[in-house]
């Protein structure tokens, strides 16, 4: 199973960019997945989640309402709309995978990685 983060790219502050994930070796349509981010010197977080029943979205308080997350079922892509990015939104992010369909937060719930896509946001 891969996961593929896509998307990234260098933009100014204020500006957008949509992160995609698509999977192969299998499908995540009813499992829960979520997007992280590291930036240099710092450990991994949470960035938001999307889910299958229950609580559909989750979002660190950082990006909320800026961030929106989204999947595309037939697809198999989740996305990461960014909007009004900040050079403090600089970081490689990660989309990941789970076994189950509930969100989860943490980056010890999922089992599956991609290898991270670059966002570089400047002043």
């Known amino acids: 199973v891969q996961l593929q983060a896509s998307g990234g790219g260098s933009v100014q502050a204020g500006g957008s960019l949509r992160l995609a994930c698509g999977a192969s070796?299998?499908?995540?349509?009813?499992?829960?997945m979520g997007w992280f981010r590291q930036a240099p010197g710092k450990e991994r977080e949470f960035v938001a989640a999307?889910?299958?029943?229950?609580?559909?979205?989750s979002y660190a308080d950082s990006v909320k309402g800026r961030f929106t997350i989204s999947r595309d079922i037939p697809k198999g892509t989740v996305y990461l709309q960014m909007n009004s990015l900040r050079p403090e939104d600089t970081a490689v992010y990660f989309c990941a995978g789970r076994r189950g369909a509930s969100i989860a937060t943490s980056a010890g719930s999922f089992d599956y990685w991609g290898q991270g896509t670059q966002v570089t946001v400047s002043s």
């Open positions: 999307i889910g299958w029943g229950g609580p559909r979205t």
């Open positions: 070796g299998r499908t995540f349509s009813n499992n829960a």
